[in-house]
């Protein structure tokens, strides 16, 4: 196991659960320029550790009462469901539409964070039945291009959650909660395929839960939304051209 694999993913945990994103589009990527098989290896390690992520910053949130469990529970329920189903079409599609389909959702999310950094806060959020609705049925989309793909979903879970009405930090610390549930989902529909590594998983494991407390803390404590909207955007975007430079030249 390399070393410089190692600190990459505790950077890597530290920066994304500042931002309620697990950080499963930097981990596969990571894994893949190391050398990994992308559909056998870097999906399903990538989604396991933005389970591990999630879950040690959202305890964090959690625990500092930045998250609506109950806004949270629609968006869950119907990304488990269609997480597995994501997850069972990866090899049904050829890898460089995968990263196709990834990179366009990146800069898709990217931009728009981008352009609503100078925004005010929302002050109020809609009615809890038509939030539920509304990202319950996004969860469903959402949860099934996070196993299909292995980007858990936090890119998107905070912008559905902003746009109807949550506060960026909340909407980041609420993400990380919901991302738990639903890359962890996907990490199993791979698993029942056979796809995992667990020496991979352990030594990561390790790195990320530390990486994860420290970022969270980080994010609470220092963090302007502003900021945070503007890291999310440029990471989204930066990674995505780093996937489209690869799939055309």
């Known amino acids: 196991m390399p070393i410089i694999l190692l600190l990459l993913i505790f950077v890597l945990a530290f920066i994304f659960s500042m931002l309620g994103l697990g950080g499963a589009m930097l981990y596969i990527p990571v894994f893949t320029w190391f050398g990994f098989d992308l559909k056998d290896v870097a999906i399903p390690t990538g989604l396991f550790l933005n389970s591990i992520t ?15 469990v109950k806004g949270a529970a629609p968006i869950i ?5 269609a997480a597995p189903v994501g ?10 539409i995968l990263m196709g389909l990834f990179s366009f959702a990146m800069i898709v ?19 809890f039945k038509t939030r539920a609705i509304l990202t319950g049925i996004g969860g469903l989309f ?7 793909l292995g980007i858990g979903g936090g890119f998107l879970f905070v912008p559905m959650m902003m746009a109807v009405g949550y506060p960026t930090k909340q909407a980041a610390a609420t993400s990380a909660f919901i991302v738990l549930f639903s ?13 995992f590594n667990w020496q991979i998983l ?3 494991t390790i790195a990320v839960i530390i990486g994860a407390q420290l970022g969270a803390k980080v994010m609470k404590e220092k963090m302007k939304a502003r900021w945070i909207k503007q890291m999310f ?12 430079w690869k799939i055309f030249f």
């Open 54 to 68: 999630a879950l040690s910053a959202a305890i964090y949130y959690y625990r500092s009462k930045m998250v609506d």
């Open 77 to 81: 329920l119907a990304a488990i469901m």
């Open 87 to 96: 997850a069972h079409f990866t090899h049904l599609i050829p890898t460089h």
């Open 109 to 127: 999310a990217g931009s728009k964070m981008l352009l609503s950094a100078s925004h005010k806060e929302p002050t109020s959020l809609l009615a």
């Open 142 to 148: 959402i949860g099934f291009t996070s196993g299909l």
């Open 183 to 195: 890359s962890f989902s996907g990490f199993l529909g791979h698993a029942a395929e056979g796809h």
């Open 202 to 204: 352990i030594f990561c």
């Open 233 to 244: 955007g440029i990471l989204l975007i930066s990674v995505a051209i780093k996937f489209s």
